[in-house]
T-cell receptor, first 112, second 115 residues
Framework: GNSVTQMEGPVTLSEEAFLTINCTYT??????LFWYVQYPGEGLQLLLK?????DKGSNKGFEATYRKETTSFHLEKGSVQVSDSAVYFC???????????FGGGTRLMVKP | DAGITQSPRYKITETGRQVTLMCHQT?????MFWYRQDLGHGLRLIYY???????DKGEVPDGYVVSRSKTENFPLTLESATRSQTSVYFC??????????????FGPGTRLTVT
């Protein structure tokens, strides 16, 4: 079956530091890949997505590239802010697009 | 209000009681989903629905019942609550996946504690 593995957190960074959160996946076929973000006390929001190999998703300074050869979709940001503190989830969709499989989530804490 | 809402936001109940968590969306999305979020497990799908009167099991359906008589509502019932069902429950909705880019929109969650 499908699965998503994320690096365990928490990840603690100083403001303006470079962020990488690793995500690898196992899936049959050609899934779409997503990063969702969950701010404290809220539901999940879509941060970015990529629907085919070599696509780059980007939003709010975050980027992730769909790497089929390494089955990875690592999240990066060049300069994090305190407001980026949240839990980040990597996810993939099944071939029919009906269901998402989530990774365990990575908590990011950014200190001023 | 437009969007997806859940009620109650917080609930404490006793073992063995029946509990229903409500989910309402105003977008007329075809698909609706229920997830539970637990430390160390991320989000796990409980049930989903492709349309009114069509539901199907997800990864962890045991102990839960759903119904969908109207497109906009998707209640989740715990028929006899157990402590292992203490969790945060999220409802989500999505348009027909192939036309929406598979994006799901999440509600704010219900924190359920079973004592």
């Amino acid at each position: 079956g499908n699965s998503v593995t994320q690096m365990e957190g928490p990840v603690t960074l100083s403001e303006e530091a470079f962020l990488t959160i690793n995500c690898t996946y196992t899936a049959t076929g050609y899934p779409s890949l997503f990063w969702y973000v969950q701010y404290p006390g809220e539901g999940l929001q879509l941060l970015l997505k990529a629907t085919k190999a070599d696509d780059k998703g980007s939003n709010k300074g975050f980027e992730a590239t769909y790497r089929k050869e390494t089955t990875s979709f690592h999240l990066e940001k060049g300069s994090v802010q305190v407001s980026d503190s949240a839990v980040y989830f990597c996810a993939l969709s099944d071939n029919a697009g009906n269901m998402l499989t989530f990774g365990g989530g990575t908590r990011l804490m950014v200190k001023p | 209000d437009a969007g997806i809402t859940q009620s109650p936001r917080y609930k404490i109940t006793e073992t063995g009681r029946q509990v229903t968590l409500m989910c309402h969306q105003t977008w007329s999305h075809s698909y609706m989903f229920w997830y539970r979020q637990d430390l160390g497990h991320g989000l796990r799908l409980i049930y989903y629905s492709a349309a009114a009167d069509i539901t199907d099991k997800g990864e962890v359906p045991d102990g839960y019942v759903v119904s969908r008589s109207k497109t906009e509502n998707f209640p989740l019932t715990l028929e006899s609550a157990t402590r292992s069902q203490t969790s945060v429950y999220f409802c989500a909705s999505s348009d027909v996946p192939r036309t929406s880019g598979y994006e799901q929109y999440f509600g704010p969650g219900t924190r359920l504690t079973v004592t």
